[in-house]
């Protein structure tokens, strides 16, 4: 089990340029979500898929930021027109269900840098 | 709203001292508190849970109690090692939403 996968490591976009994070979730886990991380507002909350559906974006800065579960082997996030202020660590991760008992697996993330 | 509170931001001790790293927390409904653990340049990795009032939770050396009477569920652990610096996350799970609130974490260091 390589747990879960998040590439790249690394991302370094230009003022206004378009980035797509992507995350290979545990094989097996019906449920995936989306975290950003930052010294300043620590983790926050951006979405999360049961099934490959989509049950709660709140936490997505709706007018950029958008994700998606195409199937059940990956996610993505993409970011459109960054802007320094989303330079931050992108988390995904899954847990084997929707559950208040349910451990979440977390990848390594991604850092976005924008420039 | 829920929410998670963790007071200190950066924790610094010599090791074989004794810790506690504090969290309390908001909610109206029943309470799952989480810690997660972050090791620099890893993922976060749960340390520990519980839902069950007055009941010690242990891990690796770790424990925790969560009292509902206080809304606290502050982490423990007798004698810290250098391989214990790392970011500490406490984490609610309350509401029907299935979020997972994460405190604003707290640094340990552990010096020789």
């Known amino acids: 089990n390589a747990g879960v996968i998040q590439t790249p490591r690394h991302k370094v976009t230009g003022k206004g340029q378009e980035a797509t994070l992507w995350c290979e979730p545990i094989s097996g886990h019906s449920a995936v979500f989306w975290y950003r991380q930052t010294i300043v507002q620590g983790l926050e909350f951006l979405t999360y898929?049961?099934?490959?559906?989509?049950?709660?974006d709140s936490g997505m800065p709706k007018e950029r930021f958008s994700a998606q579960m195409p199937n059940q082997s990956h996610s993505t996030l993409k970011i459109q027109s960054t802007q320094p202020q989303d330079s931050a660590v992108y988390l995904c991760?899954?847990?084997?269900?929707?559950?208040?008992?349910?451990?979440?697996?977390f990848g390594s993330g991604t850092r976005l840098t924008v420039l | 709203g829920d929410s998670v509170t963790q007071t200190e931001g950066l924790v610094t001790l010599t090791k074989g001292l004794p810790v506690m790293l504090n969290c309390t927390y908001q909610t109206t409904y029943s309470p799952f508190l989480f810690w997660y653990v972050q090791h620099l340049n890893e993922a976060p990795k749960l340390l520990l849970k519980?839902?069950?009032?007055?009941k010690r939770t242990e891990h690796q050396g770790f424990y925790a109690t969560l009292h509902k009477s206080s809304s606290s569920f502050h982490l423990q652990k007798s004698s810290v090692q250098l391989s214990d610096s790392a970011l500490y996350f406490c984490a609610l799970s309350a509401s029907g939403s299935w979020q997972l609130i994460f405190g604003s974490g707290t640094q340990l260091t552990v010096m020789p």
């Open positions: 991760a899954s847990s084997l269900d929707l559950g208040r008992a349910e451990t979440l697996y």
């Open positions: 519980s839902s069950t009032d007055n």
């Open positions: 898929f049961r099934n490959q559906a989509p049950i709660d």
